[in-house]
C-alpha cells in the first residue's frame, strides 16, 4: 500500500496564494486518494514525493469542484 502525509494546506495560485484548508483520504490507499477541499477549483497542481524527494507524476481529475480524485495506482508502494 501506498501512504500519503496528510497536507493540511495547499495554495490556490490563481487567487493570490489563498490558503484552502484539505483533507486526504484514505490513508493509506491502495491507488486513489481523495483531496476534499474547502472550496471548489479551476485549477490546481498536484505534486507527489517520496521520503527521498523523487516527484512521481501523477494525474488528478476532479477540477471545478471541492474534491480531487488523485490516481497514485502506477507509483510503487511506499511512503509518499
Known amino acids: 500500500s501506498k501512504r500519503c502525509d496528510n497536507t493540511t494546506t495547499l495554495a490556490n495560485e490563481l487567487a493570490g496564494l489563498r ?13 486513489t486518494c ?12 498536484i505534486r507527489v514525493f517520496d521520503v ?19 490516481d497514485l495506482k502506477a507509483l510503487p508502494a511506499g511512503l509518499y
Do not use: M, Y
Open 19 to 31: 490558503t484552502l484548508i484539505a483533507s486526504l483520504f484514505p490513508n493509506p490507499t491502495q491507488g
Open 34 to 45: 481523495v483531496i476534499q477541499l474547502t472550496e471548489a477549483v479551476t485549477q490546481a497542481r
Open 52 to 70: 527521498f524527494g523523487k516527484e512521481f507524476a501523477v494525474t488528478a481529475t476532479g477540477l471545478g469542484t471541492d474534491r480531487l480524485e488523485v
